[in-house]
T-cell receptor, first 116, second 113 residues
Framework: AQSVTQLDSQVPVFEEAPVELRCNYS??????LFWYVQYPNQGLQLLLK??????LVESINGFEAEFNKSQTSFHLRKPSVHISDTAEYFC??????????????FGQGTILTVHP | DAGVTQSPTHLIKTRGQHVTLRCSPI?????VSWYQQVLGQGPQFIFQ???????GRGNFPDRFSARQFPNYSSELNVNALLLGDSALYLC????????????FGQGTRLTVV
């Protein structure tokens, strides 16, 4: 079984400031890790994912996340945020095999609010 | 290409009624998963279907059931609705049964009164 803990329920920041959204996970098997973004009244959009290989993964809109196996973390960072980044962000984990076949386990979400 | 489509977008039902939610995956995707997202929480896994077979089931009562059709579309059925079933129901499709990349629909907002 897997679990995900997002350490901050709300993160307010000013525009052009850096931001870090924290995510820790637990799993007894190898994992895939994901960050999804959800805008109000919409579904989830995949922001970035770690499947294997380089532990640093990047999105096309400037976000990055680093898989840290020893600390079981997958924190999301952006060096300079925009107003349009205001949304709710979900960290998710999927087992890379076994009984977690196909199941995504999500954290509780972090609401990022970017102020002008 | 069309993304994952869900219908209806909004629905209001009375306690005790039955509801059917529908999902069409992205063309070429053979796996469909269903999630329940209660307001203020992360999505919770309900079911996964791959090649028309149930591959996984979350911790939901037997009032919840689903199926996948030969064209890979899917239905989620909920019987004897409770107020606590009010939520956004999300469907996700992926090419294979492994969630290396799951694409989500816009969801169906179910309100039980």
């Amino acid at each position: 079984a897997q679990s995900v803990t997002q350490l901050d329920s709300q993160v307010p920041v000013f525009e052009e400031a850096p931001v870090e959204l924290r995510c820790n996970y637990s799993s007894s098997v190898s994992v895939y890790l994901f960050w999804y973004v959800q805008y109000p009244n919409q579904g989830l959009q995949l922001l970035l994912k770690y499947l294997s290989g380089s532990t640093l993964v990047e999105s096309i809109n400037g976000f990055e996340a680093e898989f840290n196996k020893s600390q079981t973390s997958f924190h999301l960072r952006k060096p300079s945020v925009h107003i349009s980044d205001t949304a709710e962000y979900f960290c998710a984990v999927s087992g890379a095999g076994g009984t977690s076949y196909g199941k995504l386990t999500f954290g509780q979400g972090t609401i990022l609010t970017v102020h002008p | 290409d069309a993304g994952v489509t869900q219908s209806p977008t909004h629905l209001i039902k009375t306690r005790g009624q039955h509801v059917t939610l529908r999902c069409s995956p992205i063309s070429g995707h053979k796996s469909v998963s269903w999630y329940q997202q209660v307001l203020g929480q992360g999505p919770q896994f309900i079911f996964q279907y791959y090649e028309k077979e149930e591959r996984g089931r979350g911790n939901f009562p037997d009032r919840f059931s689903a199926r996948q059709f030969p064209n890979y579309s899917s239905e989620l059925n909920v019987n004897a609705l409770l107020l606590g079933d009010s939520a956004l129901y999300l469907c996700a499709s992926s090419r294979t049964g492994f969630n290396t990349e799951a694409f989500f629909g816009q969801g169906t907002r179910l309100t039980v009164v």
